[in-house]
């Protein structure tokens, strides 16, 4: 009798692991069927509820600024654009609701020139997701490895000298590509850049409210966090202006 409790125990887990491991996927559906009946307001529910379970995506972000935009929310809109931006890289559409989003803000702030290799290797670590990324790391470890087996134990001078420099090229970008895979997951968990998520704030020249004012900025814009001092943050626009606003007029990316 004792067996089978410990059994009857077993199966009532797991089941309830399947049936939690379901629950996201399932609420994520529904969201997705509120948002093609225009149920906007329903789907955005279903979508947080996804979200408040753990489960985080590129496609949950993508599909939460969709509903956000279809509610003229274009803050909002964005923040999660540029969420799943991160989880996306170098998707055509996220990148075309992205710039529609910000063609309701009010700023037009143009975008500091890059020199064209910082604009390369920027593109390199975008062209694939982190996980993508530390795929590629473990394909080149494992020809790495199989490049040098062949080079110990061949008996072929020529297989030999093969294996040994292919297993070196191998190894050079295996080492190359978790150098990038780093710099991808960083560029994920950084959360140096947020999203203005009041009508307009005033940016000081420095940490406190009777500072100068430098600048106004809009909800809608991104900006990129360079230092923290209490309930303040500098920010730093896309053109290089620099200013301190209140931590509670953002939210993080």
Known sequence: ?????????????????????????????????????????????????????????????????????????????ILYYEKARLLLPADDDLEANLTLANSHTVDKIETLPKLFYEKWWDSLIISMSADQWAFLNLILLALALVLFIVYRFSTSVFLKKAGFYSSLIALFFFLFTIFISAQSHKRITAHDHAIVFVPSVTAKSSPFSDSIDIFVIHEGLKVKIDNREGEWVRIRLANGNVGWVKSETLEII
């Open 1 to 77: 009798m004792k067996k089978i409790n410990i059994i009857a125990v077993v199966i009532l887990l797991l089941s309830l692991f399947s049936v939690n491991a379901q629950e996201p996927e399932i609420l994520f559906q529904e969201g997705v069927n509120a948002y093609s009946e225009q149920n906007y307001p329903l789907a955005e529910r279903k979508f947080d509820a996804v979200l408040n379970s753990g489960f985080v995506s590129g496609e949950l972000y993508f599909n939460m600024g969709n509903t956000a935009y279809k509610q003229r929310d274009y803050a909002r809109a």
